[in-house]
Nanobody, 117 residues
């Protein structure tokens, strides 16, 4: 199994920046890709960004050009650098691992990002 722990959220003004971290542990060898998701109040959880073991990335249209996902394999950590934050980016951000065989890691506790206008 793979466990993930998110950190780095906080309160920031519109136009500001934050960097989120996701530390993975457990059966690291079984991870194919890592993704950041977010869930705003009253809305469904959505994929924000994803990075494969090979380094390929994809982003939700709403964050393209503003967010960057990266990984440090030595630290088993994935980052989400967020710039030009908007109030609509306010949500709880979660990370998850895509595992060999099509399974997924359990969700972490998430980290709250609040962007004030």
């Amino acid at each position: 199994q793979v466990q993930v722990v998110e950190s780095g959220g906080g309160l920031v003004q519109a136009g500001g920046a934050l960097r989120l971290s996701c530390a993975a542990s457990g059966s690291i060898f079984s991870i194919n890709a890592m993704g950041w998701y977010r869930q705003a109040p009253g809305k469904q959880r959505e994929l924000v960004a994803r990075i494969t073991n090979g380094g390929s990335t994809n982003y939700a249209d709403s964050v393209k050009g503003r967010f960057t996902i990266s990984r440090d394999n030595a630290k088993n950590t994935v980052y989400l650098q967020m710039y030009s934050l908007k109030p609509e980016d306010t949500a709880v951000y979660y990370c998850s691992a895509d595992l060999v065989g099509g399974a997924y890691s359990d969700w972490g506790q998430g980290t709250q990002v609040t962007v004030s206008s």
